[in-house]
Every structure is written in structure tokens, then in C-alpha cells.
């Protein structure tokens, strides 16, 4: 059973900037394509960016493009988020899973507020 552990999130003024981690337990880290997948109060989770296996990635809307870069390390079987010029509707909760069907078990993903 895969684990994953997301970290970095937090309170961040608009404009502001984080970076997202998300450390993937198991060997075959590398064969995946993972993704970022966020959900914000009352909403349902969605897909924001994914990563191929060798490093190609897509961006699911337009309103994170130039903002948002995934990125990551098989080395470390960690993927990021580079989140920059945040915006107060891109708080919700951010969890990695794998692309396109996540493993069962979710991490518990990790918390981006956006506000003055």
C-alpha cells in the first residue's frame, strides 16, 4: 500500500508564493504519472496538474497556468507544486495521487488559505 505525506501549505497573503511536497512511500514511484488534486470547502476534489513518469506535464485550467509548475524527484519519490501570484479562490486543500486512477488510500493532503 502506497503512502503519501503532502507538507508546505499554509497562510499566504495574495501574491504570495508556496511549494508543496508530497513524498510517496513504495518502489515504483517512477512508473506513475502523478498529480495535485485540490478541494475547497463545499466543493468536490479536482485535478489542478499532473506529471508523467519522465516529466511531461498538463495543467487541467487555465486559471493556474503561469502560476502553477509541478515537478518532481524519483530519486526522492517526491512530486511538487510551485505555487506562485496566489490567489484567495485557490485555497482548499491540496492532496498527490497518482494519474490517472489514484491509490485507495488519500493522503491528508495539505491545507493552502489565501487571504489578507
Known amino acids: 500500500q502506497v503512502q503519501l505525506v503532502e507538507s508546505g501549505g499554509g497562510l499566504v497573503q495574495p501574491g504570495g508564493s508556496l511549494r508543496l511536497s508530497c513524498v510517496a512511500s513504495?518502489?515504483?514511484?517512477?512508473?506513475?504519472?502523478m498529480a495535485w488534486y485540490r478541494q475547497a470547502p463545499g466543493k468536490q476534489r479536482e485535478l489542478v496538474a499532473r506529471v508523467t513518469s519522465g516529466g511531461t506535464t498538463n495543467y487541467l485550467w487555465d486559471s493556474v497556468k503561469g502560476r502553477f509548475t509541478i515537478s518532481r524527484d524519483n530519486a526522492k519519490n517526491t512530486v511538487y507544486l510551485q505555487m506562485n501570484n496566489l490567489k484567495p479562490e485557490d485555497t482548499a486543500v491540496y492532496y498527490c495521487?497518482?494519474?490517472?486512477?489514484?491509490?485507495?488510500?488519500w493522503g491528508q493532503g495539505t491545507q493552502v488559505t489565501v487571504s489578507s
Open positions: 513504495g518502489s515504483s514511484f517512477s512508473d506513475y504519472t
Open positions: 495521487n497518482r494519474y490517472p486512477l489514484p491509490f485507495t488510500g
